[in-house]
Nanobody, 124 residues
Framework: QVQLVESGGGLVQAGGSLRPSCPASGRTISTSSVGWFRQAPGKEREFVAAIGWASGSTYFSDSVKGRFTISRDNAKNTVLLQMNSLNPEDTAVYCC?????????????????WGQGTQVTVSS
């Protein structure tokens, strides 16, 4: 069992940065693929970024590519999402998810463990 508790969201002006973190407890996530997803009001949850467990390969949605990065800190059992050049369209609840078996994926259904999410609000 893996527990994920996101933190690091908040309110920021357009053009600013935030770095939500996804610390895990219960077991190591160094051998899990981890993804970040977001859900804006009235919209479906969508893929944002993922990092594989084996090669550490990273993947991003087209809407955040070039602005967001994803990384691991295995010593802290944590995955970080660095978000730069934020705009109001990035406003959403951001959730991380872990996939103990299999490579990174853009599909929500491939992830087994989910956090509750952290709110990110970008003002114009």
């Amino acid at each position: 069992q893996v527990q994920l508790v996101e933190s690091g969201g908040g309110l920021v002006q357009a053009g600013g940065s935030l770095r939500p973190s996804c610390p895990a407890s219960g077991r190591t996530i160094s051998t899990s693929s981890v993804g970040w997803f977001r859900q804006a009001p009235g919209k479906e949850r969508e893929f944002v970024a993922a990092i594989g467990w084996a090669s550490g390969s990273t993947y991003f949605s087209d809407s955040v590519k070039g602005r967001f990065t994803i990384s691991r800190d295995n010593a802290k059992n944590t995955v970080l999402l660095q978000m730069n050049s934020l705009n109001p369209e990035d406003t959403a609840v951001y959730c991380c998810a872990a996939r103990p078996i299999g490579g990174s994926s853009r599909s929500l259904s491939d992830y087994r463990y989910w956090g509750q999410g952290t709110q990110v609000t970008v003002s114009s």
